[in-house]
Nanobody
């Protein structure tokens, strides 16, 4: 499975961006979960949100606070991260990740994911 993330860019605080993660080599409906992580300079990678693709059930981190929406389009083999009301604290490299089976237990640890995209940079200016 190859994952290609895109959609990052430079925006101002309060703006919106939509990130895309296109999968190839496998249909996303056969994956257990696809998620977004982000990594700010000097910080560890953190879970942003995920979606249990077969059930179309999303999960979001608490810090998202209703600003971000994760969704999927099976026909396009793509998972999206719609980010609204962006703040400078949202700046970082955003990665999409996937694993074959939905995990037993927590789904927000980076080490349990098998497949990773290359990341797309999001910069939010104040």
């Amino acid at each position: 499975v190859q994952l290609q993330a895109s959609g990052g860019g430079l925006v101002q605080a309060g703006d919106s961006l939509r990130l895309s993660c296109v999968a190839s080599g496998r249909t996303i409906s056969t994956l257990g979960i696809m998620s977004w992580f982000r990594q700010a300079p000097g910080k560890e990678r953190e879970f942003v949100g995920g979606i249990r693709v077969p059930l179309n059930r999303p999960y979001h981190s608490d810090f998202v606070q209703g600003r971000f929406i994760i969704s999927r389009d099976n026909a396009k083999n793509t998972v999206y991260l719609q980010m609204n009301s962006l703040t400078p604290e949202d700046t970082g490299v955003y990665f999409c990740a996937a694993r074959n089976a939905f995990p037993i237990g927590t789904y927000n640890r980076a080490e349990i994911y098998t497949y990773w995209g290359q990341g797309t940079l999001v910069t939010v200016s104040s």
